[in-house]
């Protein structure tokens, strides 16, 4: 084997993450290879993806369908293994170089944590992990020398920007947002949207749950959590800037006033190869950016009254603790009755300001706090409105 090559654990391989850093491996082969795979329910997918890359392990983490992937890669030099348990053990595996963590939402919390023990570099794409437990993360991760590169496009481009700067101290980062499909319209608008809107993002190719924290700004929310503790800032050195065009993905101001900012077409895969190939920037074929096609980039302030989601996650940040771990759980748990079609879109964010308000704050939590708040957010969460 070539020496060179990173072998790659990808957490939530059948996801839109995780299905593009295939891509990518794909067409770097003298780079990368897979080592292991996951997935939560897509079997099916999994499967093809096994047969396609032949990692060493894959695992199915709903054990329901352990028979079937077992089964099908039979003749194959697959490992299989089933279940959340398997996932967080064979992230430390000696033959993995690098984890890149796609699951969606809380669930990326515990593999990633098990990865940074045994010294395994992070390419993060579950924004989550930092959101619940930020500050036990980056602890962890510098007691065990580990390097955690974004893979979410605007920390992605932060991390850019301060490429040959680490010495200047950083003044602000403004984070872009696309503003969703729901950019400037009223609450009058979003009383009545449907999942279907919901799900059609102007510029991006997301998962569903990605996609509709978009819509309500939440997603930005949960970046700008994220972004202080992937760069060590204060919240109130973070800014975010509705851009619809999504060509500028994110910018640095130094303190000299200086700005600098990462732009490109919307394309998760230059973030994610970016993250796995770093410090070295491999070629790529990806379509270029051409001004002459964007003769203009617009820039507005977020409508916080309107979409207030995203105004929950700064007030989180603002009274830390185990808050900001309630408010991710509270989302999930609304996020996922909006796509069953259970409660209204302006209903998410009556779900989150509910749980703020009852689940016990905890000011200084450890990750047993973590995991017992999240499952206490998700209880609250999931009663009806009127208790």
């Excluded at 093809?48 to 060493?56: D, E, L, R």
């Excluded at 053990?89 to 098990?114: C, H, N, R």
């Excluded at 209903?347 to 706090?369: F, H, Q």
Aim: glycine share 6%; hydrophobic share 45%; with cysteine.
């Amino acid at each position: 084997m070539d020496i060179q090559k990173k072998r790659v654990a990808i957490l939530g391989s059948t996801g839109s993450i995780g299905t593009q850093a295939l891509e990518v491996i794909q067409a770097n082969p003298e780079s990368f290879e897979v080592e292991v795979l996951t997935a939560q329910n897509n079997a099916d997918l999994l499967i093809q993806q096994a047969i396609q890359f032949q990692p060493n392990v894959v695992v199915i983490c709903n054990e329901d369908f352990y028979e079937k992937v077992a089964a099908a890669l039979i003749n194959h030099p697959v490992k299989v293994y089933a279940g959340a348990k398997s996932m967080a053990s064979v992230v430390q595996m000696e033959s993995v170089d690098i984890v890149l963590t796609a699951l969606v939402g809380y669930a990326g919390l515990i593999p990633t944590i098990k990865a940074i023990e045994a010294g395994k570099p992070i390419a993060l794409a579950n924004k989550e992990t930092l959101v619940v437990a930020g500050e036990l993360v980056t602890q962890l991760a510098r007691e065990k020398g580990v390097s955690i590169y974004p893979v979410d496009s605007e920390h992605s481009a932060i991390f850019q920007c301060l490429a040959g700067e680490w010495h200047n101290p950083i003044e602000k980062i403004i984070l872009t947002a696309s503003g969703g499909p729901f950019r400037g319209k009223d609450r009058d608008f979003l009383r009545t949207v449907t999942k279907a809107q919901a799900l059609k993002h102007p510029n991006w190719d997301m998962g569903a749950k990605i996609t509709i924290d978009s819509a309500t700004l939440m997603n930005k929310g949960l970046e700008v959590i994220e972004a202080k503790w992937l760069f060590g800032i204060a919240a109130s050195q973070i800014d975010v800037v509705v851009h619809p065009q999504s060509i500028i993905h994110s910018l640095v101001q130094f303190q000299d006033g200086s700005l600098k900012a990462q732009m490109g077409l919307p394309d998760m895969k230059l973030p994610i190869q970016y993250a796995l190939g770093y410090p070295k920037r491999l070629s790529a074929d990806f379509p270029r950016f051409n001004f002459a096609s964007y003769p203009t980039l617009s820039f507005e302030e977020p409508d916080k009254k309107t979409f207030i989601n995203l105004q929950l996650a700064f007030d989180a940040l603002d009274k830390g603790g185990n808050m900001p771990c309630i408010v991710n759980a509270a989302n999930e748990v609304a996020v996922a009755a909006f796509l069953r079609e259970e409660i209204g879109f302006l209903e998410i964010s009556d779900w989150i300001i509910r749980c703020m308000a009852k689940v016990p704050y905890i000011g200084n939590p450890t990750l047993d706090d973590y995991i017992h708040t999240d499952k206490e957010a998700r209880r609250i969460a999931s009663e009806p409105l009127t208790v």
